[in-house]
């Protein structure tokens, strides 16, 4: 199994900066790719960043130049530093990881979602 713990979420004026975390854990052989989504009330999840092991990356227009995607691989983390932040960034995050874990049945891919942490941008 694998978890997947969020951190960074919080209250931000708008103009402001915030930093997500997702750290996963297990019994992980490789992850290949980790990435960010976001979903605000009433409208569909979707991908912000994402970020393969070779550490190439890609941005959703709606956050490009403001949101950067990062990650340790010794760490097993991903992080989103997002800066200029809007009302309209107010939503919930979700961090996503895909990968291969290692079982008593031998390796398997994996597809884990974090809980979600909330970010609210308002004065």
């Known amino acids: 199994q694998v978890q997947l713990v969020e951190s960074g979420g919080g209250l931000v004026q708008p103009g402001g900066s915030l930093r997500l975390s997702c750290a996963a854990s297990g019994s992980i052989f490789s992850i290949y790719a980790m990435g960010w989504y976001r979903q605000a009330p009433g409208k569909q999840r979707e991908l912000l960043a994402a970020?393969?092991?070779?550490?190439?990356?890609n941005y959703a227009d709606s956050v490009k130049g403001r949101f950067t995607i990062s990650r340790d691989n010794a760490k097993n983390t991903v992080y989103l530093q997002m800066n200029s932040l809007k009302p309209e960034d107010t939503a919930i995050y979700y961090c996503?990881?895909?990968?291969?874990?290692?079982?008593?049945?031998?390796?398997?891919?994996?597809?884990?979602w974090g809980k979600g942490t909330l970010v609210t941008v308002s004065s």
């Open positions: 996503n990881v895909q990968g291969i874990i290692a079982t008593s049945e031998g390796p398997k891919t994996m597809d884990y």
């Open positions: 970020i393969t092991s070779g550490s190439s990356t």
